[in-house]
C-alpha cells in the first residue's frame, strides 16, 4: 500500500500541528508515505520534521529514506544519541546541495526515535554510466516518458540541447528506480504496521511520473 502526500507551495508553518492528523491519519496505515516538497520552500521542511516526529511518537516509523543523500549512506550503526555530525558524516551530507538546518530536524527526529534513515538518490558516480542506459527509456509508459522529457526541458529554460534530453531524462528515472529499490529494502526490514517514509523533490513522489512507478 502507497500513499503520497505532496506538500503545496502554500502550506504555512503556524497551522501545521493543528492540521497535522487531519492530512496524515487518513493515509494510515500505510506501508509507504511519499513526502514530495518544494525544495525551497522552508514550510515544506517544517512538515518533515513534524511528520517524522508524529509518526516516531506512534511507533508507527519504520525508517527515514531521503533524497538528500546517496544510497548506499545510512545510520544504522548509530544510536539514538549520535551527533549530528555523526549523522552527516554517516550520510555523506552535501550541504552546498541541501542544507542540513532545512531538512536536519526531520533527520534528526528519526535518529532520536531509534529509527534508520537511508539516502536514496543515485550516487554521483553512476551517473555518467545511467546517462548512456537507453533500456531506463522503457521503465515508464510513454506518455510519462515524454512527459519526464517535457519537464527536463522546462526546468532547463528549454535552453538544454535537444541530444542531451534523453541522457538527462534517465539520470531522472534512474533516481527514481534507486529510491524505489531503498524503500523495498527497508520495508523489507520492517516491522507489519510501520511506515517507511520517503522525502523527495515533488516529482519523484508523482504517481505518474516518479518513484510509484518502480514500486513492486
Known sequence: VLFTLVLSACASTPSVDASLARHL?????????LVGEQHDAPAHQSWHRRIVAHLAQGQ??????????????????????????????????????????????????AVRAGRPVFGGNLPTEQMRERMRDASLDARLPAAALARQQA??????????????????????????????????????????????????????????????????
Open 60 to 109: 508507527a516509523l519504520a525508517a527515514l529514506v531521503l533524497e538528500m543523500a546517496p544510497a548506499g549512506t545510512s545510520t544504522a550503526a548509530l544510536d539514538a544519541q549520535a551527533s549530528e555530525t555523526q549523522v552527516r558524516e554517516a550520510l555523506r551530507w552535501d550541504e552546498r546541495a541541501w542544507p542540513w538546518g532545512a531538512y536536519g530536524p526531520a533527520v534528526m527526529a
Open 151 to 216: 519537464l527536463i526541458r522546462e526546468g532547463h529554460c528549454k535552453l538544454l540541447p535537444e541530444a542531451q534530453i534523453g541522457p538527462m531524462t534517465r539520470i531522472q528515472i534512474a533516481r527514481d528506480l534507486r529510491m524505489a529499490q531503498t524503500i523495498e529494502a527497508a520495508l523489507a526490514q520492517a516491522t507489519p504496521g510501520q511506515v517507511v517514509v520517503l522525502i523527495s523533490g515533488s516529482v519523484h513522489a508523482d504517481k505518474q511520473l516518479g518513484v510509484p512507478q518502480h514500486l513492486g
Open 25 to 33: 491519519e487518513p493515509l494510515l496505515p500505510t506501508q509507504v508515505l
